[in-house]
């Protein structure tokens, strides 16, 4: 499946603009100001780190004076603010940390409910033609691009900016316009060469992220398969396959840090030959005597001071630009229409008897191989009708039709004369219940999958459903009983016993009409005789559609 839509990828600017939202909330001023306060500590931390290269070089200054009366008491004065300002700088960045913490936080869970939310919408026919590994992947990465994206702007990038401005004014002012216009140049350069050069390594990130995701995709489908490949001895062609996607991050995250070596280097230099050029002024204006030991200090501190940031700008514009392609592709998820949607101002569904009637409908999921061809079928409420025929006939289309999964074609599907395009989905679905063919359930209790047809339903309401579904009894025989864990998609649980706990399900929701698609087709035939009987009765006075292989069933 593509997740890139037609569009061209969305610009760094456009993908920043996009978070504002989260993290501005519009509708809690309690996260907007803790945002202003967080930035106004931001701002106080720089002012305060910039003074102590300023302390440290009156301290130089006051020391190497002749006059030794105030030799012991200027220093100490000096050296005092000194102290202060440090812990003050790091009280501020801590209490900006804090305070953050909430906001960002905040930002990170609302972009991931609404991307899940947002996958529950998008239709059927996307989530049976995507790879559950690489969008498993795709999300993962983009949330937590999303936190690094917040964390580095506000924490590194924008007090990294505030302390080169800050420092800039200060060494024109204090010193020389020359070592000021060096330092400006010196940054720029470094700036100009990282971004090249780290678009140049932005490819071999995208390969790797393709790799990585194409890996892991291979890797779930593998494993999700287990049976299926032990039943075939195939665990030494599942390994080449998956080590033929292993080799191919291996290429792109040789050539990715091959890049990086390269970045560093040049990062290094830049910044060595500015250190270098600032210090020979520095030395020349004290020999000169038109400068002190002290500005010979403030000129060195502040460069190693600035070397920090600047070693930082280098991976947090690495960081900025891998986040952004995370978050692009997460957002080209969302970004991603619902096929099915309901129509604006759609009505609850009425479902007085819930008679059933399809109309003419005609449907394929190819359009090169119709499945459904002017199909006309009425089931008056309260009335069980059968559809008997062979695998691939569009019997189960049909259920997928009446839940609105999909669109017709042609014709319409109707229940109580309501088209079902016409109402919402939610109620369109409340009113149905249905025991499908392959059944998959939570990795979660037994309790928790059948009470899944009514949240909110009684422990007493759950076992009901569960000794009309005939699981009763060998749920209590289980060490854990309804606490018992399924596993992963139900595989704890044999094929007849998921399909008990689905049945069980569909009667805990008590719906207005049933399905029953192979309900049975897992059972053994004593089970099975036992189950239909209770299915009859539950099926009295309900619309119901058997779909079946045999008119046994």
């Not at 306060?37 to 004076?65: M, Q």
């Not at 665990?235 to 291996?250: C, F, T």
Request: one cysteine or more; aromatic letters at 8%; glycine letters at 6%.
């Amino acid at each position: 499946m593509v997740l890139t839509p037609p569009n061209a990828p969305r610009s760094g600017f456009r993908t920043l603009m996009s978070l504002l939202p989260y993290l501005w909330s519009r509708d809690r001023w309690t996260m907007r100001a803790r945002v202003v306060l967080a930035l106004a500590f931001l701002v106080l931390s720089k002012i305060a780190i910039v003074f102590v290269p300023i302390f440290y070089k009156k301290a130089v200054d006051a020391l190497t004076l002749a006059d030794s009366d105030i030799l012991l008491v200027v220093p100490v004065g000096i050296i005092v603010a000194y102290g202060l300002a440090r812990v003050a700088s790091l009280g501020f960045s801590e209490a900006r940390d804090a305070i953050f913490a909430r906001v960002g936080q905040r930002a990170v869970r609302t972009v991931a409910l609404e991307v899940f939310r947002h996958l529950h919408q998008l239709s059927l026919r996307f989530h049976l033609d995507r790879q559950t590994g690489g969008l498993s992947r795709i999300i993962e990465r983009g949330n937590r691009a999303v936190e690094l994206l917040l964390r580095i702007s506000l924490f590194n990038l924008i007090p990294t900016v505030i302390e080169l401005v800050l420092v800039f004014g200060i060494l024109w002012y204090m010193l020389d316009l020359v070592i000021a216009c060096i330092t400006l140049a010196t940054v720029i350069i470094y700036i100009i060469y990282t971004m090249i050069v780290t678009e140049w390594r932005i490819r071999f990130r995208r390969r790797m992220n393709e790799a990585d995701t194409s890996a892991n995709t291979r890797a779930i489908d593998s494993l999700l398969n287990y049976e299926t490949v032990k039943y075939f001895g195939a665990e030494k062609h599942e390994a080449g396959r998956y080590d033929e996607r292993l080799k191919n991050y291996e290429d792109a995250a040789v050539k990715s840090n091959v890049s990086l070596a390269a970045l560093n280097f040049g990062q290094a230099a830049i910044i060595s030959v500015g250190i270098t050029l600032i210090m020979l002024i520095s030395a020349s204006g004290i020999v000169s005597g038109t400068m002190t030991v002290g500005d010979f200090v403030l000129a060195n501190t502040y460069l190693m001071q600035l070397y920090q940031p600047l070693n930082l700008f280098g991976f947090v514009y690495r960081e900025i630009k891998q986040a952004l392609i995370d978050i692009e592709q997460m957002f080209q998820v969302l970004a991603l229409g619902a096929d099915i949607v309901d129509k604006p101002g759609a009505a609850r569904l009425a479902t007085a008897g819930a008679a059933i009637r399809f109309e003419g409908v005609g449907f394929a999921y190819d359009e090169r191989r119709p499945i459904l061809k002017g199909i006309d079928l009425f089931v008056p409420k309260g009335h069980k009708v059968a559809i008997v025929g062979p695998s691939g006939a569009g019997k189960s289309t049909l259920a997928r039709l009446l839940y609105r999964f999909y669109d017709v074609d042609l014709g319409r599907v109707m229940i109580d004369g309501q088209d079902v395009r016409d109402v919402t989905q939610e109620s369109l679905r409340a009113a149905i219940g249905i025991v499908p063919q392959d059944t998959v359930l939570f990795n979660d209790t037994i309790s928790y999958n059948i009470a899944y047809g009514r949240p909110g339903a009684t422990r007493d309401e759950v076992e009901e459903a569960a000794r009309l579904a005939h699981i009763h009894d060998f749920i209590n025989n289980l060490p854990d009983g309804y606490n018992t864990m399924v596993g992963e998609r139900g595989l704890k649980l044999s094929g007849g016993e998921k399909q008990r706990v689905a049945i069980a399900r569909t009667i805990l929701k008590n719906p207005k009409i049933l399905i029953f698609d192979e309900a049975t087709s897992a059972l053994d035939t004593h089970t099975e005789r036992a189950i239909q009987a209770n299915l009859n009765n539950l099926a009295k006075g309900r619309t119901t559609l058997v779909i079946a292989h045999r008119l046994s069933t």
